[in-house]
């Protein structure tokens, strides 16, 4: 009996596996991000390029033609506070070979960076995305 059981339990388990969807992958996107200047936005820059680093995105050491390219061009405002901490707001650009495709505006607290770099990825993706 328990031989009888055991090949209905393999057709199952390949019948599930036969029959479930393929994951659709995401096509790879290719960035480059201009790090910010070393001294206090260190915590901010490195949370962005972690953030550029995950699957679809690919982060790349430098600029090529065809990767989307993001630059913060103005300066990041920091602003300390007694109850909230330190908050950083910015813009970030987007541009492919020279072509501007765009800004937005980021805006976090130090001890939730995951607000800015949440936002920027959806962005980039999205930037992405109206090639």
């Keep these: 009996m328990t031989f009888a059981i055991v090949p209905r339990i393999a057709l199952l388990a390949a019948a ?3 029959g479930a969807p393929a994951r659709a992958q995401e096509p790879v996107i290719n960035v480059y991000f201009e790090p910010l200047p070393a001294g206090e936005l260190t915590p901010l820059n ?3 390029q972690a953030a550029l680093s995950q699957p679809p995105l690919q982060l790349a050491a430098k600029p ?27 813009t970030v650009a987007f541009s492919r070979d020279g072509s501007s495709l765009g ?10 960076l995951s ?5 920027l990825v959806l ?9």
Excluded: E, M, W
């Design 16 to 18: 599930v596996c036969v």
């Design 103 to 112: 800004q937005s505006q980021q805006s976090c607290t130090a001890d939730k």
């Design 64 to 90: 090529f033609a065809g990767a989307l390219v993001v630059t913060v061009p103005d300066r990041v405002d920091v602003s300390h506070k007694k109850v909230s901490g330190t908050a950083y707001s910015f």
């Design 46 to 48: 490195k949370a962005i």
């Design 115 to 119: 607000d800015c770099t949440d936002q």
């Design 123 to 131: 962005d980039v993706k999205s930037v992405a995305a109206a090639k």
